[in-house]
């Protein structure tokens, strides 16, 4: 996929002309990472956003000996690290390759000399932003207020929206969560 329209499907970049994602894309860096490794972790300097163009990866928090909870799972197209396109401040979760995975980078401070002369852009990343917080507060919510039964059923309706293929007139998840 060329680099334009890459950006094209990044929510927090829509809007934008052509002219503007063309200038936006001479910026990106390219990056590969094997099945299991980790993108970044948790406390990493906050140095950009991530636009996955190949492979899945999953957003983490873990803690030695008490496991780990998925926040999200990202596919070709999805992309993470946007706050850190504004705040500049360490990760909040870790993000590991669950294939093969490739991405373009687009740092910080090259987007912020963009966003100078761009305002509409930040219109688009405080909207996107706002979902984000939504869905956190959604889970939250969940956590909080359901059953265990309850808290599976919504994370299995998660990932059949998110993940699932139709496959006759079912929603199938291929990648099957582990238990915890």
């Known amino acids: 996929m060329q680099a334009p329209s890459l950006l094209k499907n990044v929510p927090i970049l829509a809007g934008l002309s052509d002219a503007d994602l063309r200038e936006l894309s001479t910026h990106l860096q390219p990056f590969t990472f094997r099945k299991d490794r980790t993108i970044v972790t948790k406390a990493d300097e906050g140095s950009g956003l991530f636009i996955i163009t190949k492979g899945h ?7 030695r000996n ?4 998925i926040l999200a799972f990202l ?5 993470f690290g946007e706050m850190s396109l504004l705040d500049g401040r360490p990760r909040s979760a870790s993000v590991v390759a669950q294939t093969d995975t490739e991405l373009v980078a687009l740092h910080r401070g090259d987007f912020l000399a963009f966003l100078q002369h761009r305002p509409r852009v930040a219109l688009h990343l ?3 932003m706002s979902l ?3 869905d956190a507060n959604s889970r939250i919510g969940s ?3 359901l059953d265990v ?3 599976v059923a919504r994370v299995l309706m998660d990932l059949g929206r998110k993940r699932g293929e139709v496959v006759d007139s079912q929603i199938i998840i291929k ?4 238990q915890s």
């Open 57 to 63: 990866a999953k957003v983490v928090l873990s803690e």
């Open 66 to 69: 008490k496991g780990e909870v």
């Open 75 to 79: 596919k070709e197209g999805d992309f």
């Open 126 to 128: 405080l909207e996107e």
């Open 132 to 134: 984000r917080l939504r």
């Open 143 to 145: 956590l909080a207020l």
């Open 149 to 151: 039964y309850g808290r």
């Open 175 to 178: 990648d099957k969560p582990t």
